[in-house]
């Protein structure tokens, strides 16, 4: 079973965990696996895992976060890295309004989500001269939600 993400919810007045978190596997089987187990122990506390339902009419994720990249990382060099694991739709390279410069992540739109599950092999990226985080992208009220 490998794991590809692991999102701890917590309170976003209090930043303490809110007791439960989501695991995405990388592959549904694993999935299976887990729940066919009757009793599950973390840190000597029984837990209660659950499929998580997705939410009606959600698309298969096709847009990434990539958190600690580089400001001087080119566009060209992004779009060589990321062209390699599919078709680009649309790069996001937000700029600080104060000091109108390129900040230190951007968006990487695809145009199926083939390319998403690919990069989510590796939760970790080199780059440029850097090594970057690669999450799915969140809508911006989902984020805050999470928070």
Known sequence: MTVVDCTIKTDPVTGRSRGFVFVLFKDAASVDKVLELKEHKLDGKLIDPQS????????PPKKVFVGGLSPDTSEEQIEEYFGAFGEI????????????????FCFITYTDEEPVKKL?????????????????????????QQQ
């Open 120 to 144: 989510l092999e590796s939760r970790y990226h080199q780059i440029g001269s850097g090594k970057c985080e690669i999450k799915v992208a969140l809508p911006k009220e989902v984020y805050r």
């Open 52 to 59: 998580a339902k997705a939410l009606k009419g959600k698309e």
């Open 89 to 104: 739709e649309n790069i996001e390279l937000p700029m600080d309004t104060k000091t109108n410069e390129r900040r230190g």
